[in-house]
Each structure stands twice: as structure tokens, then as C-alpha cells.
């Protein structure tokens, strides 16, 4: 492998269960140094995916290649280079936070500072509180600092920052980007697209186990549905109209009203009403919700 | 798996290394579950204590000098081997079917930690809170229930050796049948009752030569009844081997049955334990 080779390959990867597809046919890269976040709603495929990459679940067809190695076949020193944050933990965590970190520190040949980590995840003054007297959020950062204590080339990061309030999950992003900028991978999933659009470089939405769109966080969906929204109420009325020219059609309204409109403002869709409009056209039925 | 170059490669040694920092963490987290203490370390120290203020009165024979066999001495050996087993098989078959469903053995499976350092980790915590659980009820009982303890040396090297086969024994076991519960909630369902009809056909809280013959014979199969009799023959007077079923202490037959039942455990071990059951 050389370094110009994507750190994750993935082709027409397919799980089954019974007659049931999971995945049906997924192919995407990952470049080194890229953050690739994989987007979808429950039981689209992407703790499938990203189970498989891990090495926890064995694919049914399909081929998919890991810093190199086949995620089936990974050993120790593969391992020793990735970083895992599942996406549910529920140990007893009958040690600190400060144990844990300094016990799995020792499972890896270069890793990071013990405190330097616990300050990175703002636990400085729980470090000597048992793991199971944490709250829900602050647990997860546990996880999430274990998951980088042994300096991962390719971070898997599965609905991270469940649990966390808004001020620690700005605090992650801030950790996240820190690691981008060591040239970490990074794969996360996530369900809020808020996160998505600030880590991630590149987006693959998944749906029904397959990929319904996948590139830059800024061009996904298309030039189509990023088409600003103009709205504006109008004699009691809300009215709107997506125009590619937002400011000729505000100064038309405003010209036609003679006066300020009311209620008028210009929305750019965001990521999460483009991923929601993507998803409701691929997906009219949830009947996936229930199959895994 | 092909040859890739990996930035810093693991060093040698490391899984015997990472064993015995298991074994630290392991032996920390024991004494910090309130339940295991009570219900796996102390139990067979308040079983003795039971026995020997219950039965206080009664006598259970006379050593060769005439001296007077009390419940505490006589009890002393089956406690140790009821020890063994639930340090053992009951702690970690409950432990690790626990770890396995609350996501612990997932979380070492995507760590470059050996499953062997794992193993050593498993069995240095048991052969450490074995050890302990001995001392204190060796001591116990010799200080507080006046038990006279052996003073041949050769007692105190049968113990040596019945207690490490033991203990390794029935740590293996332990981690072979922590596959067997399908929840860690079920675990203490499913395996607490195994260890409590193996104490009881073995010869731990009933006489062994007092059972019937059919459940003596489907007793030896299994090795706590050689544990409870390899320790009979290091703390109990001389005088008592002829009560014994075959009239001896048979040691050669407890380290052959409790030996091939570490082999067959180990071979379990070895096919069975998985950090996590792939596509469950």
C-alpha cells in the first residue's frame, strides 16, 4: 500500500440476512487524511458498513480493504492502528477515568498522553471518578478518548456525540478538527447534520442499504437543491419562491409592495433539509426501521 | 494476513506483559463489586462459620491420637475446594458472559489487546482472590475455630499443587462456560445452579461416602469432587483416609481427573471463545 492509496476501498459490499439485504451493493473510497461521514436514517446499512470495516461482522459479498488489509482478516498490528468508538457502550466501569485510559494506553505502541487526552475531552475533574458514576454524555467522551488514546491512523466514529450537550459537542468538534489537522481518517456517522456539515469533508447518504448520493458536503444533492428559498408575507399570506437570484427577487417584491415585506427572509437548505428531501424521495416507506 | 509495513510495529513480548497488567485491573475491578466479594470470595468463609457454630456440639471423629475432630477442621477442606470452584468456574463464567453482553469484550476486540493476555488476566485475578480466599480461611479457622493445622511439609506441598491445578482448573472451565448464557443477565441463572449441584454431589456440604453410589460415580466425573478430596487429605488426620470411598486419598487419580479436565477446558477455550459472536 502507498500512501496515495485510499485509506478505506469499498465495492459493491453486500450483507444479507436470510433473504434480507442490509447492504446491496455499496462502493465508496476514502482518502487519507479525509473525514467521510456517513449519512442515513436507522437501519439504512451504516452501523452495517461500518461493522464491517471494523472487522466486526463478516460481509456476504463484495470487497472492501481496510490501510490495506481485508477488515476479515485484520490482526493485532492492523488493529494497533485503528481507533474504534462503537456506538453503544453500557459497561459496569468499575474503574476512573483516569485507569481506563492509562490501562488501554498500554495496549498500543505509541500512545497518546494520559492527561493530555482526559483535558482533550474536558474530564480533567472526573478523571479520578469511577466510569460508572458518569453521566450518559460524559461516558461517551470515555469512549470517545479511548478510541484516539493509541493514535489511529483511521478513527471510526459511530454517532459520537449521542448524549452530549451543545456546549461538549462544540468542544468535540474542536478535538475532531485537531485530528484532522495530525492527518487523521476519519469515518463518522451521525444523525445530526449539523456535525456532518462542519467535520466532514465528504458525505455518502445511505438508504435502504445502498448509496443514494455521495460527494463534497458542499456540492451533495446537487446545484438543484441548494436553490435559495425567498419568503415573504404578503396581505396575511406566506408566499415563497425558490429563485437562483434571491436578491433581484427580494428588490422585485419590494419594488411591486412599495413598503419592507413582512416576514422576508432568504433560506439557503442546509444539509439536513437536503439529506431529508434525498432520503423522502428514495424512501417513501420506513419499513426498514424495523428490520434490523 | 499480508505483510504491511505499520509505522510502529508491536514489540515482542507484549501479551505476556499485557497479562500481567490485566491482571492488576482485573484483581482492582474484583474487590470493587460488592456482590462478587460477598457472593464468590467470602461465601465459603461463611459457610464454615455456619457449619462450625451450627454443628458446634457435634463431634466428626477422633484423629489417631484420640483428639477430637471439631465441624471446623472437619468442614475446613471441602470450604477450600468450594472455594476453587467459585473463584473459578461460578466468578468468571458469570463475569465474562456479562462483559460479553455489555459490550466490553466488543470494545478489546477492535484493540490490538492478545485474547491470550486477556486469558492470563482472567486467571492471575482468580489464582490471586483463590489465594487470598484460602489464607483467610485457613487462618479463620485456625485462629478463630482453633482447627490444628497440618505440620508435615509434604501436606503443605499437596496443598500447593491441588490448590494451583485447582484454581487453573476451574478458571479455565469458568471462561469455557461463559459461552453457554445467551444474556449476562441470565448468566447467575444458568450458572450459579451448575456450581451449587457440583458442591453438593461432590462431597463439599454433604458426606461423600454417605450418597449413593450411582451419584458417587456421576460425581467423579466431574473434578470438584477430586479437588474436595486432594484437600481432605491435606487437612484432615491420616486416620481418615480409610473412610474414603476406594480407602485412599488417591492423589494420583485427583491430579489425572482434574489435569484432563484443565485439557479439556483449554480445548474449549481455544474453539469456542470469540470476542464477539460475528453478525449477532
Known amino acids: ?292 | 494476513m499480508t505483510a504491511i509495513a505499520t509505522p510502529t510495529p508491536l514489540p515482542a513480548g507484549r501479551t505476556l506483559r499485557l497479562g500481567a497488567s490485566r491482571i492488576r485491573y482485573e484483581v482492582k475491578t474484583y474487590f470493587r463489586q460488592g456482590d462478587a466479594v460477598f457472593f464468590t470470595f467470602l461465601f465459603p468463609l461463611v459457610m464454615l462459620t455456619i457449619f462450625s457454630v451450627a454443628f458446634s456440639e457435634q463431634s466428626f471423629g477422633t484423629d489417631a491420637d484420640g483428639n477430637n475432630v471439631n465441624a471446623a477442621e472437619y468442614y475446613l477442606p471441602a470450604m477450600l475446594a468450594a472455594g476453587l470452584l467459585l473463584s473459578g468456574l461460578q466468578n468468571l463464567g458469570v463475569d465474562i458472559a456479562g462483559e460479553k453482553s455489555d459490550g466490553t469484550l466488543k470494545r478489546f476486540g477492535g484493540t490490538p489487546l492478545p485474547v491470550m493476555s486477556y486469558f492470563i488476566g482472567k486467571i492471575g485475578q482468580v489464582l490471586v482472590t483463590g489465594l487470598l480466599q484460602a489464607a483467610l480461611l485457613i487462618g479463620v479457622a485456625a485462629i478463630v475455630f482453633r482447627v490444628s493445622l497440618p505440620t508435615a511439609s509434604e501436606n503443605w506441598l499437596t496443598f500447593a499443587w491441588v490448590f494451583l491445578l485447582g484454581v487453573i482448573t476451574s478458571a479455565v472451565l469458568g471462561i469455557a462456560v461463559s459461552g453457554i448464557p445467551r444474556t449476562g443477565k441470565s448468566a447467575t441463572a444458568v450458572i450459579i445452579p451448575i456450581a451449587l449441584v457440583l458442591q453438593f454431589i461432590s462431597g463439599v456440604y454433604l458426606s461423600f461416602a454417605q450418597l449413593p453410589e450411582w451419584l458417587q460415580n456421576v460425581a467423579s466425573i466431574f473434578p470438584l469432587k477430586w479437588m474436595a478430596q486432594g484437600m481432605r487429605a491435606v487437612f484432615l488426620p491420616s486416620n481418615y483416609e480409610s473412610a474414603e470411598v476406594g480407602g485412599s486419598w488417591d492423589l494420583a487419580t485427583v491430579a489425572l481427573v482434574t489435569g484432563v479436565w484443565l485439557v479439556i477446558g483449554l480445548v474449549v477455550c481455544r474453539l469456542t471463545f470469540r470476542w464477539i459472536r460475528k453478525d449477532s
Do not use: C
Not at chain 1, 481507533?83 to 495496549?107: C, D, K, M, P, W
Not at chain 1, 456546549?167 to 489537522?181: P, T
Open chain 1, 1 to 292: 500500500m502507498t500512501s496515495t492509496d485510499p485509506v478505506v476501498s469499498v465495492r459493491e459490499l453486500r450483507k444479507t440476512y436470510g433473504k434480507f439485504a442490509a447492504l446491496d451493493g455499496v462502493s465508496f473510497d476514502i482518502e487519507r487524511g479525509e473525514t467521510f461521514a456517513l449519512l442515513g436514517p436507522n437501519g439504512a446499512g451504516k452501523s452495517t458498513t461500518i461493522e464491517i470495516l471494523e472487522g466486526y461482522r463478516d460481509r456476504s459479498s463484495g470487497e472492501a480493504s481496510v490501510l490495506g488489509v481485508d477488515p476479515g482478516k485484520g490482526g493485532l498490528d492492523w488493529k494497533a492502528r485503528l481507533g474504534i468508538v462503537l456506538q453503544s457502550t453500557g459497561e459496569s466501569g468499575n474503574v476512573t477515568v483516569r485507569e481506563q485510559l492509562a490501562h488501554f494506553a498500554g495496549y498500543y505502541a505509541n500512545s497518546r498522553d494520559v492527561d493530555e487526552i482526559i483535558a482533550a475531552v474536558g474530564l480533567e475533574e472526573k478523571s479520578k471518578t469511577l466510569i460508572r458514576k458518569l453521566s450518559g454524555g460524559q461516558r461517551r467522551r470515555v469512549d470517545v478518548a479511548l478510541g484516539i488514546i493509541g493514535r489511529p491512523e483511521l478513527l471510526f466514529l459511530d454517532e459520537p456525540t449521542t448524549g452530549f450537550d451543545p456546549e461538549s459537542r462544540r468542544q468535540f468538534w474542536q478535538l475532531i478538527r485537531s485530528l484532522k489537522s495530525e492527518g487523521t481518517t476519519i469515518l463518522l456517522t451521525t444523525h445530526y447534520l449539523d456535525e456532518a456539515a462542519q467535520l466532514g469533508d465528504r458525505a455518502g447518504i445511505i438508504a435502504g442499504g445502498t448509496l443514494i448520493d455521495i460527494g463534497r458536503i458542499h456540492e451533495i444533492g446537487g446545484t438543484e437543491a441548494r436553490i435559495p428559498l425567498v419568503r415573504w408575507r404578503e396581505n396575511g399570506v406566506l408566499r415563497e419562491e425558490r429563485t437562483s437570484e434571491p436578491g433581484r427577487v427580494v428588490a422585485s417584491i419590494v419594488d411591486r409592495l412599495g413598503a419592507e415585506p413582512d416576514d422576508l427572509e432568504i433560506v439557503r437548505p442546509s444539509l439536513e433539509d437536503i439529506y431529508l428531501g434525498l432520503v423522502a424521495t428514495h424512501e417513501p416507506a420506513r419499513e426498514l426501521e424495523n428490520a434490523l
